[in-house]
T-cell receptor, first 113, second 115 residues
Framework: QKEVEQNSGPLSVPEGAIASLNCTYS??????FFWYRQYSGKSPELIMSIYSNGDKEDGRFTAQLNKASQYVSLLIRDSQPSDSATYLCAVGHGSSNTGKLIFGQGTTLQVKP | GAGVSQSPRYKVAKRGQDVALRCDPI?????LFWYQQALGQGPEFLTY????????KSGLPSDRFFAERPEGSVSTLKIQRTQQEDSAVYLC?????????????FGDGTRLSIL
C-alpha cells in the first residue's frame, strides 16, 4: 500500500461543474496536508493547506480533511479550462521531525469547454 | 528573486559523468528540501536541510548522491557517476521554518537527462 494514494485519472468535467479530487493516506500521525497544482512541464504550485478536521475554503477551492478516515479531498467549484492540470496531494510525514512531504502520484484533471 | 531559483533548467550528461544542481531558496527560508520527480509520478523526498545542517538524507537513493548547504542559503545537489535511472526532474523547495506544518514552495526544477 502506498503511503498517499490518489486516482491517477484523468478526471474529466465540463466547464462550470464541480471537480472533486480525493486522496487517502496511511500514516495516522500525519498533521499537515497540502494540495499542489502542477501544469505539464512546470513545478508544483501550492493551492491549499489544511491541518484540522473539516472544511477550508479559499475562493473556488475547498479542502476537506477527515483524520479518522485518513482522507483529504479538494473541491473546485465553477471549473475552468485553465484548471486543467495534475493535482498532487501531499502529506506531512507524521513520524518525521523534518517536515518532508509524501506525495501521491497526482490526479489529472481535464476541464472541457 | 521572489521565488525558489534552480539552475540549470536542463542538464544533459553522459552516463558516468558527475553533475551539480543548484538551488537558491526564498530569502529568509530556513528549511530547504530536495525532491526527485519521475515522469508521471509525484515528487519523492531526497533530503532536508535546516539552515546549514542536513537533518534528513533518508531519501537519497545511493551514495552517489550528495547534497550540501554550507552557508545555510544556496544548496547544491551533486550526483556522481550518473546512471540512466538518475534521469528525472530534481525539485528544490523551501519553507519559512521547519519542520512540519509549513507550506513548501517549489522551484521550477532541473530536468536531468542521462544518455
Amino acid at each position: 500500500q502506498k503511503e498517499v494514494e490518489q486516482n491517477s485519472g484523468p478526471l474529466s468535467v465540463p466547464e462550470g461543474a464541480i471537480a472533486s479530487l480525493n486522496c487517502t493516506y496511511s500514516d495516522r500521525g500525519s498533521q499537515s496536508f497540502f494540495w499542489y497544482r502542477q501544469y505539464s512541464g512546470k513545478s508544483p504550485e501550492l493551492i491549499m493547506s489544511i491541518y484540522s478536521n473539516g472544511d477550508k475554503e479559499d475562493g473556488r477551492f475547498t479542502a476537506q480533511l477527515n483524520k479518522a478516515s485518513q482522507y483529504v479531498s479538494l473541491l473546485i467549484r465553477d471549473s475552468q479550462p485553465s484548471d486543467s492540470a495534475t493535482y498532487l496531494c501531499a502529506v506531512g510525514h507524521g513520524s518525521s521531525n523534518t517536515g518532508k512531504l509524501i506525495f501521491g502520484q497526482g490526479t489529472t484533471l481535464q476541464v472541457k469547454p | 528573486g521572489a521565488g525558489v531559483s534552480q539552475s540549470p533548467r536542463y542538464k544533459v550528461a553522459k552516463r558516468g559523468q558527475d553533475v551539480a544542481l543548484r538551488c537558491d531558496p526564498i530569502s529568509g527560508h530556513v528549511s530547504l528540501f530536495w525532491y526527485q520527480q519521475a515522469l508521471g509520478q509525484g515528487p519523492e523526498f531526497l533530503t532536508y536541510f535546516q539552515n546549514e545542517a542536513q537533518l534528513d538524507k533518508s531519501g537519497l537513493p545511493s551514495d552517489r548522491f550528495f547534497a550540501e548547504r554550507p552557508e545555510g542559503s544556496v544548496s547544491t545537489l551533486k550526483i556522481q557517476r550518473t546512471q540512466q535511472e538518475d534521469s528525472a526532474v530534481y525539485l528544490c523547495a523551501s519553507s519559512l521554518v521547519g519542520p512540519n506544518n509549513q507550506p513548501q514552495h517549489f522551484g521550477d526544477g532541473t530536468r536531468l537527462s542521462i544518455l
